[in-house]
Nanobody, 121 residues
Framework: QVQLVESGGGLVQAGGSLRLSCAAS????????MGWYRQAPGKQRELVATMANSGSTNYADSVKGRFTISRDNGKNTVYLQMNNLKPEDTAVYYCYANGRTRTWERLSDYWGQGTQVTVSS
């Protein structure tokens, strides 16, 4: 019962671009924050970019100016446009959303299954 499904990962040469998409289940509502995290081999999971309903964004310093997060709330979908990719961007990228599936529940964190991004030099 995966609640968020990522797509768009793959192998790309340094300097290239990829666009990740994440479709969240329509059962998830009261969503404010959505975004992307990544985990490289031997590394802790780290924030890449998030976006609130207000349009406010937060980016990791390492991706500022290269990555752009966007949302389509009508489709309950979040995107990550990744330009000028570097080998150090190689990681599994995970989609994130906070929300709930029942009105009586508190907000919870939901995660996608992850999509592999590999950047070759």
């Amino acid at each position: 019962q995966v609640q968020l499904v990522e797509s768009g990962g793959g192998l790309v040469q340094a300097g290239g671009s990829l666009r990740l998409s994440c479709a969240a289940s329509k059962r998830i509502f009261s969503v404010n924050l959505m975004g992307w995290y990544r985990q490289a081999p031997g590394k802790q999971r780290e924030l890449v970019a998030t976006m609130a309903n207000s349009g406010s964004t937060n980016y990791a310093d390492s991706v500022k100016g290269r990555f752009t997060i966007s949302r389509d709330n009508g489709k309950n979908t979040v995107y990550l446009q990744m330009n000028n990719l570097k080998p150090e961007d190689t990681a599994v990228y995970y989609c994130y959303a906070n929300g709930r599936t029942r009105t009586w529940e508190r907000l919870s964190d939901y995660w996608g299954q992850g999509t592999q991004v590999t950047v070759s030099s």
